[in-house]
């Protein structure tokens, strides 16, 4: 995914020159080939993120539109006065791509585990908040979030993530996107977390059992109308994210499900239950512990059969 949307973000930088990427210190081979190519436009900001998203901030009220680069928490969490005054509080156009959300980066435990990275981004005015679920959609987001002005959140896996779309094609960012149509159970979710509900689905439909799943790519805004038209279709929704529970995706749809009148789904949220994650192990390993592998999603839906 990650290199999918640098590759992307060098094409553009050919045709624009006011693209600058700021990173601190991490992204080596994903990053060298910006670098070599735009050597003007690159900065190694070091191990100091916030003095690279207060530079980011600078740059960008000169009219520039600039991408900062690290992995997981260190662009938003360990800078996030920065993010809140000098981007955020100015409308600054600068994109905040983070890669490693969720268990990506496992064995380094909960410090670089991203799980209250949506919640804490899609609080803050002025900023819009995207987590793709496979390289397709990254790209996607990435000319998107190029095209308008103002402060955006980007939240990669680490890499290698699989495709999810067989036929892909272009689509909106913002639209809640229909995978599967099921009967009484449809599951949302958003990121790279969406394979493991992809493949419960699927290993349901062979006993009959149709669960509905729908991609969540743009968590802020939030496509309300879909959530409410998939609310009256279904009767229970399962919110999946690879997250806290509190305040990230499935915070946004009960925020949707609670303006509606009772005809309308019950909310069911999976999601890390208010923990930090003190176990370390690889993304599937962690996923698995905390309840969001493709067993665990089939476990849960029988519940609401």
């Known amino acids: 995914m990650r290199n999918s949307v640098i590759a992307q973000l060098e094409k553009l930088a050919e045709i624009d020159e006011n693209i600058y990427l700021l990173t601190g210190d991490l992204g080596f081979g994903v990053l060298d080939n910006f670098a070599i190519t735009y050597p003007n436009r690159f900065i190694n900001a070091g191990i100091s993120e916030q003095n690279m998203t207060a530079v980011a901030a600078g740059m960008a009220l000169e009219n520039n539109t600039v991408y900062t680069y690290s992995i997981g928490n260190f662009p938003t969490l360990r800078c996030l006065e920065q993010i809140r005054n000098d981007i955020c509080y100015h409308n600054a156009n600068v994109k905040i791509i983070v890669v490693g959300g969720g268990f990506a980066y496992g064995q380094l435990g909960m410090s670089h585990h991203a799980t209250e990275d949506i919640a804490i981004m899609r609080a803050l005015p002025n900023m819009k908040v995207f987590s793709p ?16 002005q103002g402060p955006c959140y980007i939240r990669l896996g680490k890499g290698r993530e699989p495709r999810i779309h067989a036929d892909y094609g272009n689509y909106s960012v913002h639209k809640v996107m ?8 449809a599951i949302i979710s958003t990121g790279s977390v969406l394979g493991e509900a992809k493949k419960a689905v699927e290993e349901l439909k062979s006993y009959d059992i149709n669960v509905g799943l729908y991609n969540v790519i743009s968590i802020k805004p939030l496509d309300e109308d879909s959530i409410k038209n998939i609310a009256k279709q ?3 929704i399962i919110s999946l994210e690879e997250h806290n529970n509190i305040g990230g995706l499935g915070g946004a749809i009960s925020e949707v499900l609670s303006g509606m009148s009772s005809n309308k789904a019950v909310l069911v949220r999976m999601g890390l239950e208010d923990v930090y994650t003190s176990i370390v192990g690889s993304q599937d390993f962690l996923r698995e512990y905390y309840g969001l592998s493709a067993s665990a999603i089939k476990e849960k839906i029988k519940d609401y059969l």
Do not use: R
């Not at 679920?133 to 308008?148: F, G, L, Q, R």
């Not at 229909?178 to 159970?185: C, M, P, T, V």
């Open 133 to 148: 679920a496979d390289p397709d959609e990254a790209v996607e987001v990435i000319k998107y979030v190029n095209s308008i």
């Open 178 to 185: 229909e995978l599967y149509k099921g009967d009484k159970i």
């Open 234 to 236: 279904y009767e229970t």
